[in-house]
């Protein structure tokens, strides 16, 4: 029989958090493995904190409270650049659950919204614990035991955020792959780009060859044709429903530069 | 066993139930409640078929906590019509053949409730966008969303005449 | 009200206008149901202290099991009874044992060996749908690997694993004689020779399935007189009562079976698994039982529409006409028969699709394969093959060089054509239906094309059978044994110097619905006389004087069917590619070497089966 804790603050449900009990945030996870009989435990613990959903800035950067949902993410004014992400997760059902601390946990081939975090250079701050980068994180994801309480992004200035989802069904569909970039320019060449993404590895992960060959680079055909030749070899995908491995690697580059140049796609 | 007391507003009614731990909404409103509108199509969150209105929020009531719907208010396709009169949603659904199995239609319905609610007159891609969460196998969506831009246009919170009452 | 458009322009004369529901749009009697969330799913009937059954299943393509442990899942808590393989009164069966055809293959639960992923094992029942899911992930099931076959061409080896014990040559039985359905009429291979084009091509269709939003689902509650009552969302609810009674040796009187609102079915609600588990533990425990699948079962588990390959080679002259098609047609039944058997015959009857060629062969089997068995969707047996037939018709365009449409219209049948399953074209459509779609899509056609009508010029020569190879290949267990066949339909041609054969085939269903009718197989050779709703048959098209070959003076028996025929000359005659002798003979006894298959175990034919329940069959009652 599950038993179901409640707690006023991240703290008290972090301390409460022992043994094999699971936090619970949109229940978009944990409730299909109560469905499914697969949860391992019996104690599910959970936190009605404010302070878990409240989205702020400060300097360069947003902080983004764990417990925001998708759709707190679409209606806020400060993240009107991440909306399109948000809203290629699900239907409005799934947003209005599915929250963005809960959105680090989604297995492969989900978990769109924490590949546009990785290339805003996100940080998880973990309750009772400080902050870390999210690609650390979300490698040690699978061990993690705590509450995520927000996670912390850049700021990109107007244009430099990009972000697709490459999906064979319309109007939506789970990932083929989907791709974001943050593309900082200096002097009009490319600086400190970060490009991550999703279904393309057992978590979002960054495609570090694509950004090195990036570097200084002019953000046109020639300039990001290396980027192109290095993101077949980066990434290492996973087989599965959607998508073969080689499928997924064959149009990686594809989907990248339309990404980079900001193709159109009928 | 351990069974956790929860009230909620179902439909405007005041309801009060004990649920087992870590049961979901849709168990709840069916088997506790004697809620049959909403259905179970895959417990995983992939369908709509459980869609159900939270505090006027579509949710997925398969993947709620029974337990976290203390003091909110549940509205399902049940306490859509008013007695015999029907919502514009479901009088267009019928004139337009949006139903075929029907086990769609009650999470459809609610999806496309939470739309007019907030968005009285929504374009063709937005009435696509509400629904995009909800499966439906028998009509190839067309006359779904076909029904939901004529409830639009219709004024959704008009009542619609009477088809005889519901059986 | 809706986008249906009513073409009163096409075939105005045969319908009259004073019509008061026929042609009009009407409301659906269940939409309100529908719109307030009322109308009754099977889910919908509470009871109280309602139980929950999950099934264990196989981890394994292909697996013996070597043990079962409950490892003390019937211990836990709120579990109140496993179901194992000997708690079934008769646990065997195949689907359309209830019109005779074919032969029990498949266990409601197995114990012994499992033939596909996720076939069941064992059941357990428990308070609550998650102590029932805990209680099976708890039970051990030891496994031997087998080699497993996943592709029908790699099932049809000689050395393929045998996956289902009752067909052991991965093929379904065919009127006891042929590992496949074939289909004969005119000399194809005479036509292609003189052919100006060769078309050829491969087609494949992956398992699709059926995804209804109501997972399939039962609810079985012990009744006060004896009787169990069955909720069921099943699309054939007096065929799964008759399963169900059959399965449990019980009388179908027993059992009250009550359909409702089906949640979607497209053919996945057919096979009637769930009610007979559900109806058993309602009598193991003597308490309301609900057995459904959640979405996963439904995906992993729930029979699809199976995956289908086909070849067909059209022999083309310049103008666009096609004067020879030859289909091999692959149909991947999974591991058990269910009703892929009948999908091949069915499909057959469909050939070569809405045309009219003068010349076709098929040879088309049902194969078994370590997949999840096959059923019925939408349909089946006639979808894939249209794929293929449609796709194979744009490529003989391309090398005719023709308009697309064009060429369709030309091919198209008409009312009065023969279709090579030996039926005559009524009411057909296919014309007026291509002209439509041309101007829907703005795709010109020619003046003489858009004038063309289904009514018009059909019939005449085109309604006669014509001279017809008939061959022996592919009997049952030939493969097995090693012996090199094509899996394409036979080569021979009156032009090879054998004699031909003009004897026409039945119609493949006719036949399977005489084999339900319980007729006797050999004495049809003389029971012409045709089904009561059957066609006016075509009886002059045998006639010398439309065959006027020089072989028509071969006495052929009028509405004689090589098939009754083949019966009526039993044993058989030696496997070997060759025209049929055109008179019953007594044939010489075949050699040890060369004795057909036969099967271990007699037919079942449904009600006449040794064992079975007596009362399976409507029929009876």
């Known amino acids: 029989m599950i038993a179901v804790e409640t707690y006023a603050s991240a703290d008290q449900a972090a301390t409460a958090l022992h043994g094999d009990a699971v936090f619970l945030g949109g229940g978009t996870l944990i409730m299909r493995a109560v469905n499914y009989g697969d949860l391992k435990t019996e104690r599910i613990v959970r936190s009605t904190d404010p302070a878990m959903k409240s989205i702020s800035t400060s300097g360069e950067r947003i902080s983004i409270g764990a417990a925001a949902t998708m759709s707190d993410v679409m209606l806020n004014p400060q993240l009107a650049f991440l909306a399109p992400v948000a809203r290629s997760i699900g239907g409005p059902a799934v947003r209005n659950m599915a929250t963005v601390g809960g959105n680090l946990f989604a297995s492969h081939p989900y978990g769109d919204f924490a590949v546009a975090l990785l290339a805003l250079d996100g940080r998880v701050s973990v309750a009772g614990s400080g902050e870390e980068d999210l690609g650390a994180f979300l490698a040690r994801r699978s061990s993690f035991s705590g509450v995520v309480t927000e996670v912390s992004i850049a700021r990109p200035a107007t244009g430099d955020f990009r972000y697709r989802k490459v999906s064979r069904i319309k109007p939506k569909g789970v990932s083929v792959m989907s791709l974001a970039a943050w593309l900082p320019r200096s002097g009009g060449r490319l600086s400190g780009a970060r490009v991550a993404f999703g279904a393309m590895g057992n978590t979002p992960v960054r495609a570090n060859g694509v950004e090195r060959a990036l570097e200084g680079a002019n953000l046109d055909v020639s300039g990001i044709a290396e980027a192109l030749r290095a993101v077949r070899t980066d990434l290492q995908p996973p087989d599965d429903p959607i998508a073969s491995s080689w499928y997924r690697s064959e149009v990686a580059p594809v989907h990248l530069r339309r990404l980079l140049l900001d193709e159109e796609v009928s | 066993m351990a069974k956790v007391p929860v009230r909620f507003t179902l439909n405007g009614r005041e309801t009060a139930l004990f649920v087992d731990g870590g049961a979901n909404l849709l168990d709840v409103l069916r088997r506790g409640a004697g809620d049959l509108s909403p259905k179970y199509g895959c417990g995983q969150g992939t369908c709509g078929t459980c869609t159900v209105l939270v505090d006027g929020e579509a949710h997925l009531s398969c993947l709620t906590l029974a337990e976290i719907i203390e003091g909110r208010s549940v509205s399902t396709v049940s306490g859509l019509s008013n007695g015999p009169d029907l919502h514009a949603l479901q009088t267009c659904f019928m004139e337009n053949f949006a139903a075929q199995c029907g086990y769609c239609t009650s999470g459809m319905l609610m999806a496309a409730k939470a739309l007019l609610d907030t968005n009285p007159n929504p374009t063709r891609d937005e009435v696509i966008e509400a629904i995009s969460g909800n499966l439906c196998r028998c009509t190839g969506y067309e006359p779904i969303i076909d029904a939901i831009l004529l409830a639009a246009e219709r004024g959704q919170g008009n009542r619609s005449p009477s088809y005889g009452s519901a059986r | ?621």
């Open chain 3, 1 to 621: 009200m809706s986008s249906v458009e009513f073409r009163k322009d096409l075939f105005a004369d045969e319908r009259p206008e004073n019509l008061n529901e026929i042609g009009l749009p009407k409301q659906r009697q269940d939409a309100l149901g529908h719109v307030t969330g009322r109308s009754p799913y099977y889910d919908d009937n509470l009871y109280d202290g309602l139980l929950h059954m999950r099934m264990v299943r196989s981890s394994e393509y292909h697996a013996r099991i070597r043990s079962i442990s409950l490892n003390g899942a019937d211990m836990m808590p709120g579990v109140v009874r496993v179901i194992q393989a000997a708690d079934v009164p008769h646990n065997i069966n195949t689907l359309l044992s209830l019109i005779g055809f074919g032969r029990d293959d498949e266990a409601l639960l197995q114990d012994k060996k499992v033939s596909y992923r996720g076939e069941a094992i064992l059941a357990i029942i428990a308070e609550t749908e998650l102590q029932a899911r805990k209680a099976c992930q708890a039970v051990r099931v030891d496994y031997e690997a087998l080699p497993h076959v996943l592709d029908v061409e790699e099932a049809l080896k000689p050395q393929a694993p045998v996956v289902n014990e009752e067909y052991p040559n991965n093929t379904f039985d065919y009127y006891d004689r042929y590992d496949h359905q074939k289909l004969r009429f005119g000399d194809p291979h005479a036509a292609m020779a003189r052919a100006d084009h060769i078309v050829e091509g491969e087609y494949q269709m992956s398992p699709i399935e059926q995804a209804p939003m109501e997972t399939c689902g039962a609810i079985a509650v012990p009744e006060t007189n004896d009787r169990i009552l069955c909720h069921t969302c099943s699309q054939a609810l007096f065929f799964s009562l008759g399963t169900t009674a059959k399965l449990l040796d019980t009388p179908s009187s027993r059992l009250h079976f009550k359909g409702g609102t089906v949640g979607g079915g497209f053919g996945g609600k057919v096979d009637s698994l769930n009610e007979p588990m559900a109806v058993l533990g309602a009598k193991l425990t003597g308490r309301p039982v609900k057995f459904t699948w959640d979405r996963e079962e439904e995906m992993q588990v729930g029979a699809p529409r199976g995956a289908e390959r086909w070849r067909i080679r059209d022999g083309v002259m310049n103008d666009g006409r096609i004067i020879a098609r030859e289909f091999t047609g692959f149909f991947d039944s999974g591991a058990y028969t269910r009703l892929s058997s009948y999908a091949v015959v069915k499909g057959t009857a469909h050939l070569p699709g809405p045309y009219t060629i003068p010349n076709v062969a098929s040879n088309v089997y049902c194969v078994f394969t370590n997949r999840t068995p096959a059923t019925a969707m939408r349909g089946f047996g006639i979808t894939g093959v249209d794929f293929a037939i449609e796709c194979h018709m744009d490529k003989v365009a391309e090398t005719v060089r023709m308009n697309p449409i064009e060429l369709r219209l030309l091919n198209a049948y008409r009312d009065g054509d023969m279709k090579p399953h030996r039926r005559v074209a009524k009411n057909t459509a296919y014309i007026e239906c291509c002209q439509v779609a041309a101007g829907k899509a703005d795709w010109a056609i020619a003046p003489e094309y858009s004038a063309m009508s289904s009514l018009r010029d059909g019939g005449g020569e085109r309604a006669s059978i014509p001279l017809t190879m008939i061959d022996e290949e592919g009997r049952i267990g030939e493969r097995k044994r090693g012996a090199n066949i094509d899996t394409a339909p036979s080569k021979i041609t009156k032009d090879s110097g054998r004699a031909p054969s003009v004897i026409p085939i039945l119609e493949a269903t006719q036949a399977m619905g005489e084999q339900a009718a319980g007729r006797p197989q050999v004495g049809k050779a003389t029971s012409p006389a045709p089904q009561p709703s059957a066609p006016p048959a075509p009886a002059p098209a045998m006639a010398p004087s439309q065959t006027p070959s020089p072989t028509s003076a071969v006495p052929a028996a009028p509405q004689r069917s090589a098939f009754a025929r083949l019966q009526a000359s039993e044993p058989a005659a030696p496997s070997q590619s060759r025209p049929v002798e055109p008179q019953p003979s007594t044939p010489t006894p075949p050699s040890e070497s060369e004795q057909p298959y036969r099967p271990s175990e007699p037919f079942s034919r449904g009600v006449k089966r040794p064992g079975a329940s007596p009362f399976i069959s409507g029929r009876r009652r």
